[in-house]
């Protein structure tokens, strides 16, 4: 039986609910993380409570549960649902009161946590790439906070969807290229230079993405943050993207435009190796 977490209380999944008050459900007023596991063990663990503390401070709702009691509910969740691999997914919104939109005083934030299948992509995704769209950024400007306000996100993958591509791609009015609906994109320049979009309030900067760019630089990998557009992207000779549920993942098409020649390219796939061996190393997981 799937087990989830609210307020406090252990319960079956499908029984699950949250007061029509809340303000996660009438504002979007909360923030989540979505942290997989394997072996149950939890990967970037601390990197992933890090950046919910942090999406928290900047919108001034306090930690429902000291940060070593939100560790054990963890622990115990997954431990409960009897699964050893997978996802969770943590939810906080700033409480339940009374329909203002003013922030109320002395209100306890709610606490949801929910266990999920792994979201891996299949094999074959992994070493062909994936096609994604682009479309216009009409989000907010704090992307940076992990908000569960995601309409353009949501919007943009079932366009995505619909196309039969992977993702959908952000872009802003002037070509510049942000991140994924999901996920941080990367390209590689001809130069075999890594390049992303810095991490500013334009994106949510991605657990994976950090991790990946320390890799990188690690293995001697040349990584650069800075902006650029879709033009440069559509022409670099590779290009991926990432997330905490697919890994990193080779892209061989942008819109009608073959990235390359349309096959992963080596750097990425050097890449890959670096973050499955990541995985390898703190969960015992092998992809
Ligand atoms: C908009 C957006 N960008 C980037 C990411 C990747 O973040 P992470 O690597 O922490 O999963 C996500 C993940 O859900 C996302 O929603």
Same mark, same amino acid.
């Given at each position: 039986?799937?087990?989830? @977490?609210?307020?406090?209380?252990?319960?079956?999944?499908?029984?699950?609910?949250?007061?029509?008050?809340?303000?996660?459900?009438?504002?979007?007023?909360?923030?989540?993380?979505?942290?997989?596991?394997?072996?149950?063990?939890?990967?970037?663990?601390? *990197?992933?409570?890090?950046?919910? =503390?942090?999406? *928290?401070?900047?919108?001034?709702?306090?930690?429902? &549960? #000291?940060?070593?009691?939100?560790? #054990?509910?963890?622990?115990?969740?997954?431990?409960?649902?009897?699964?050893? =691999?997978?996802?969770?997914?943590?939810?906080?919104?700033?409480?339940?009161?009374? !329909?203002?939109?003013?922030?109320?005083?002395? #209100?306890?934030?709610?606490?949801?946590?929910?266990?999920?299948?792994?979201? +891996?992509?299949?094999?074959?995704?992994?070493?062909?790439?994936?096609?994604?769209?682009?479309?216009?950024?009409? !989000?907010?400007? !704090?992307?940076? %906070?992990?908000?569960?306000?995601?309409?353009?996100?949501?919007?943009?993958?079932?366009?995505?969807?619909?196309?039969?591509?992977?993702?959908?791609? $952000?872009?802003? /009015?002037?070509? /510049?290229?942000?991140?994924?609906?999901?996920?941080? $994109?990367?390209?590689?320049?001809?130069?075999?230079?890594? /390049? +992303?979009?810095?991490?500013?309030?334009?994106?949510?900067?991605? %657990?994976?993405?950090?991790? *990946? %760019?320390?890799?990188? /630089?690690?293995?001697? %990998?040349?990584?650069?943050? !800075?902006? $650029?557009?879709?033009?440069?992207?559509?022409?670099?000779?590779?290009?991926?993207? +990432?997330?905490?549920?697919?890994?990193?993942?080779?892209?061989?098409?942008?819109?009608?435009? *073959?990235?390359?020649?349309?096959? &992963?390219?080596?750097? +990425?796939?050097?890449?890959? =190796?670096?973050?499955?061996?990541?995985? @390898?190393?703190?969960?015992?997981?092998?992809?």
């Amino acid at each position: 039986m799937r087990i989830a @977490y609210v307020n406090g209380s252990y319960i079956d999944n499908a029984l699950a609910s949250v007061h029509i008050e809340d303000r996660g459900y009438q504002f979007s007023d909360g923030i989540y993380e979505y942290i997989a596991f394997y072996n149950g063990l939890l990967l970037d663990g601390d *990197l992933h409570f890090k950046r919910l =503390e942090r999406s *928290l401070r900047e919108l001034e709702i306090g930690m429902p &549960v #000291v940060p070593s009691a939100l560790r #054990v509910i963890v622990r115990e969740l997954i431990e409960r649902n009897g699964r050893e =691999e997978g996802g969770l997914y943590i939810q906080v919104t700033r409480g339940v009161s009374p !329909r203002n939109h003013i922030y109320p005083k002395n #209100v306890r934030p709610s606490l949801v946590m929910t266990v999920c299948g792994a979201k +891996t992509p299949k094999q074959s995704e992994f070493e062909n790439g994936v096609k994604i769209m682009s479309c216009h950024d009409n !989000r907010w400007e !704090r992307r940076d %906070i992990k908000s569960i306000s995601l309409l353009p996100n949501i919007m943009a993958k079932q366009e995505a969807g619909r196309q039969k591509m992977r993702e959908a791609l $952000f872009i802003e /009015t002037d070509g /510049t290229v942000n991140e994924g609906s999901a996920s941080n $994109f990367f390209m590689v320049t001809k130069a075999g230079v890594v /390049t +992303t979009h810095p991490a500013d309030n334009d994106i949510l900067p991605g %657990i994976s993405r950090d991790v *990946l %760019i320390k890799l990188a /630089t690690k293995a001697g %990998i040349a990584v650069d943050e !800075r902006k $650029f557009d879709i033009a440069e992207a559509k022409a670099a000779p590779e290009a991926f993207i +990432t997330s905490t549920s697919i890994n990193v993942l080779p892209v061989v098409k942008i819109d009608d435009k *073959l990235i390359g020649k349309g096959v &992963v390219g080596e750097i +990425t796939m050097k890449l890959q =190796e670096l973050y499955n061996s990541h995985i @390898y190393k703190q969960t015992g997981k092998k992809f």
